[in-house]
């Protein structure tokens, strides 16, 4: 069977405005032939509906021919919106990337759903969960071509994920272009179809039907096709040449009886995966953190759990994901494209980030006026209860019971003088020296006009801004306006206030408390040390830095925080080791303790290394009170080129394998396979986390990971620098992987912020990620709302959440079970339905449910308010 289809990059190594000038020719052209010859019975569309919705907002005209072809089957769009990474982007990405592809292709024709496949042709690797995402959009086939491993050994197999849901996967062994460029002589189609015949021949067995994907890369339908499969079935009868649909293809084979494969397909035995697209750009990595966690940990759950129903942020919040979901494509979120490519994705993740914050902000204001008693109010973005460490900027200097003061500013008066003329200058000069918009915020002003014109300005970081402030400044600069040659003073009065770091006690999950001060009921932090040593502890771990290296042992683990530099001869797809020896001693180190406790102590370690360009690190260790977690900032300026930086964490003892999250799952791995396309290297992707030994280091985007050391020591890279897209032959992958297109910003030029942190023997790693990277947030609290001191707005127990959120009006938390023993998910105080990723019921639920091992569900509740 013939499908002609495309596969459309939307960015590559070309602007998407430059790709969406060649996809609206394209597409001109192609809706023109399937209209003149229905003998071109169909085009597949490459499994993505977003290169439908970028041609119809230059061609709106097209639209209802778009629809009548897509109504008629003519033209198949989606399951997803755009062809996704699996690995550098959440699960709740994934989800929501294949929620828009489904609503976008359901707009265009109501019936398009319908001949869907599951189409995953150039994703560098699988996740685990695929089958279960697939089978929970009524997906029952998908078609895969990188990652598969050796073990199949057939076109088909069955793919199961780890909570057994099971599809059948059709497999490309030479990839999703078999069938471009078909020649127009039906003779040479003849041969080339017996050559590729043999070429795939010990993946047939008795199933000799073909599937020839009739396209590639960018390209046009050939319009010559009906006509060369007719002379072909004509002159010959060893084959019968059909041109449809994927679906009808995979509808006509056998579901049953079919070899199976357990779990994520990373393997290059036969096509490169391209792991090095983890570790390059690392810039893209850690803003698709940023973002995903600020829209699914605190925009949507902060703004389900106190903003009405009728406030609802639906416009910026939709926004915000079609950006997060358009930059998921794999070309762009992996960054193996072109400078300009990388720097609108970037832009795009700006925006979401923009966006969710906003929402964020709007929510915590209702949260602010929300209790009955003013002062500070915390509140916990997650849904199981905690403590933290928050910042508090509190009147006066004398420091709270338990707190510990950060930054203090006494009480003080400023005056500045001149002429009407001179208000500028002398706000100006004000603020570079500190007394506005710096340390401190005007939050108060008044006028006084006596011999000349006096402006005072009240400064006082603890206090709300007066919202008569703006208006007496801008009468203030009226009126020096009216009267440039008039005296002028400027005055500043300064209230004293202070910023203290205070512990919050527990604050229920989804919830908030009203802070008072009290003394910590655990241990706090002390720091002691020698000339050699630096020492930190709270009572539940202890920290020593070694003056001498730079490193830390935490709990007589020792050699944490090594820095190791290497030469990379690879490009933006793959690491290949250069032949020099890496660089892993400083030439020199200082350490300097930047805070003492007792509520968190900081140490700052500065290390120098002998490379070329010399680099200077810097690592921040921050540990606080009730807290075993050692958080890190690590940063330099970075002005080298080619080359790998890692950091290396001793697991304290041996390990095999190790664990790491996925999407919905936490994935063991034990080694790599490589092919004669692809050397087999050991460097994994983790969400969020790695476990290995007794270590467990969670980041913020430094996805890539790798068992070294004979298997004592987890390695994760920071930053890896490259100047090509794609190097022709590269020591790792003998083979092209994209245009050879120089790049500078791959080099990562520039200042560079690494976050990450360590503990020992952690019994909850998806906890430890939620807590690290999701913060308590504190704000002033105004008072006269109708909540208690303390509470929370849901109750959720028993499953990890992916999502909470209010969809279609109706509040909808998916939850998911990454353990495996079942689990009962306890919602308290409410019912509702279950649903998949369409939104058909799966069943009722009243206050719990149950959740089998490895599996996610939505719940939606009957409830349309918390109030």
Not at 128 to 156: C, E, H, K, S, Y
Not at 686 to 706: I, N
Request: with cysteine; hydrophobic share 40%; proline share 7%.
């Amino acid at each position: 069977m013939v499908v002609a289809h495309t596969h459309w990059d939307r960015e590559w190594y070309a602007h998407f405005e430059t790709y969406r000038s060649r996809l609206t020719s394209m597409l001109d052209g192609l809706v023109d032939l399937l209209d003149d010859d229905r003998r071109f019975c169909h085009f597949h569309l490459d499994g993505q509906v977003a290169v439908v919705e970028d041609y119809l907002a230059v061609r709106p005209e097209a639209r209802p021919r778009i629809e009548a072809l897509v109504a008629e089957g003519r033209l198949s769009v989606g399951p997803w919106y755009v062809l996704m990474d699996e690995f550098c982007v959440s699960a709740e990405t994934i989800i929501r990337n294949l929620q828009k592809g489904l609503e976008v292709s359901a707009a265009l024709a109501p019936g398009a759903v319908g001949g869907q496949v599951g189409y995953l042709p150039d994703m560098f690797g699988h996740i685990a969960q695929m089958p279960q995402i697939l089978r929970q959009a009524g997906l029952d086939d998908a078609v895969v071509w990188r990652g598969v491993p050796a073990a199949v050994t057939t076109r088909a197999f069955t793919w199961v994920s780890p909570d057994g849901s099971r599809v059948r996967a059709e497999y490309l062994p030479v990839g999703y272009a078999n069938g471009a460029f078909l020649p127009k002589d039906s003779g040479a189609l003849i041969r080339r179809i017996a050559a590729h015949e043999q070429e795939i021949a010990g993946f047939l067995g008795e199933d000799r039907d073909l599937l020839v994907m009739n396209g590639g890369d960018h390209q046009a339908a050939q319009d010559w096709v009906p006509e060369l499969l007719r002379r072909a079935n004509s002159e010959q009868d060893r084959y019968h040449f059909v041109q449809s649909s994927l679906a009808e293809f995979l509808a006509g084979q056998d579901h049953t009886n079919l070899p199976e494969w357990s779990g994520e397909l990373r393997s290059g035995a036969r096509a490169p995966i391209l792991m090095g697209v983890l570790s390059n750009r690392v810039d893209v990595k850690q803003a698709a953190a940023r973002v995903e966690a600020a829209l699914e940990k605190r925009a949507e759950p902060l703004a389900t759990l106190w903003l009405p129903p009728d406030l609802w942020p639906t416009a910026p919040l939709e926004r915000a994901w079609r950006e997060v979901i358009r930059n998921s494509a794999h070309d762009s979120v992996c960054a193996c494209s072109a400078d300009e490519v990388v720097r609108a994705v970037l832009s795009r993740y700006d925006a979401a980030r923009a966006l969710a914050d906003e929402v964020t902000a709007t929510a915590l204001g209702i949260a602010t006026v929300a209790t009955r008693r003013s002062g500070t109010v915390v509140v916990n973005p997650l849904p199981f209860d905690r403590s933290g460490v928050v910042e508090l900027d509190l009147p006066g200097t004398e420091v709270p019971l338990g707190g510990q003061q950060v930054t203090r500013f006494d009480a003080e008066v400023t005056e500045r003088t001149g002429t009407g003329a001179d208000l500028g200058r002398l706000l100006g000069g004000l603020a570079a020296d500190g007394w506005l918009g710096g340390a401190g915020r005007g939050v108060a002003a008044h006028l006084d006009d006596g011999d000349g014109l006096t402006l005072t300005i009240e400064e006082d970081g603890s206090r709300p801004v007066d919202p008569a402030t703006a208006s007496v400044m801008a009468e203030a600069w009226a009126r020096a306006g009216a009267g440039r040659d008039r005296p002028l003073t400027v005055r500043v009065r300064r209230s004293p206030w202070q910023r203290v770091a205070v512990t919050t006690g527990a604050v229920p999950g989804w919830g908030w408390s009203v802070w008072e001060p009290t003394v910590s009921a655990g241990p706090v932090v002390q720091v002691t040390g020698d000339d050699r040593h630096t020492r930190l502890a709270n009572g539940l771990c202890e920290v020593v830095v070694d003056h001498r290296s730079g490193r830390f042992a935490l709990d007589g683990v020792g050699g944490m925080n090594e820095v190791v530099e290497e030469g990379d001869e690879g490009d933006t797809y793959n690491f290949s080791a250069a032949a020099r020896p890496p660089v892993d001693t400083p030439s020199e180190v200082t350490v300097e303790t930047l805070e003492w406790g007792p509520v968190r102590a900081v140490t700052r370690t500065v290390r120098r290394y002998p490379c070329n360009p010399p680099l200077v690190v810097t690592s921040d260790l921050t540990l606080t009170a009730g807290e075993p977690t050692v958080r890190v900032t690590t940063s330099f300026d970075h002005h080298g080129g080619d080359h790998r930086i890692r950091v290396v964490f001793p697991i304290g003892g041996v390990a095999t394998e190790v664990a790491a999250e996925c999407a919905f799952a936490t994935v063991w791995r034990s080694g790599a396979e490589g092919g004669p396309h692809e050397a087999a290297l050991a460097t994994f992707p983790s969400r969020r986390f790695v476990t290995a030994g007794r270590l467990t280091l969670t980041h913020e985007g430094l996805l890539e990971h790798e068992l070294v050391g004979d298997g004592t020591a987890v390695a994760v890279t920071l930053l890896r620098a490259t100047g090509v897209i794609s190097r022709p032959a590269p020591p790792a992958r003998p083979n092209v992987a994209g245009p050879p297109l120089p790049l500078r910003d791959a080099q990562m030029p520039g200042p560079q912020v690494f976050a990450y942190a360590v503990a020992l023997d952690v019994t909850d790693p998806w906890q430890m990620a939620d807590a690290t990277w999701t913060p308590l947030v504190a704000r002033r609290a105004e008072g006269g709302g109708p909540l208690a001191d303390r509470g929370h707005r849901l109750s959720l127990r028993g499953a990890r959440v992916s999502a909470l959120q209010r969809r279609h009006g109706r509040i909808e938390v998916r939850v998911f079970n990454p353990d495996p023993a079942p689990t009962t998910v306890v919602i308290d105080g409410h019912g509702g339905d279950l649903l998949d990723l369409r939104d058909r019921v799966l069943g009722r639920w009243e206050h719990s449910f149950p959740l089998r091992p490895w599996a996610f569900v939505t719940a939606r509740l009957d409830a349309t308010s918390l109030d």
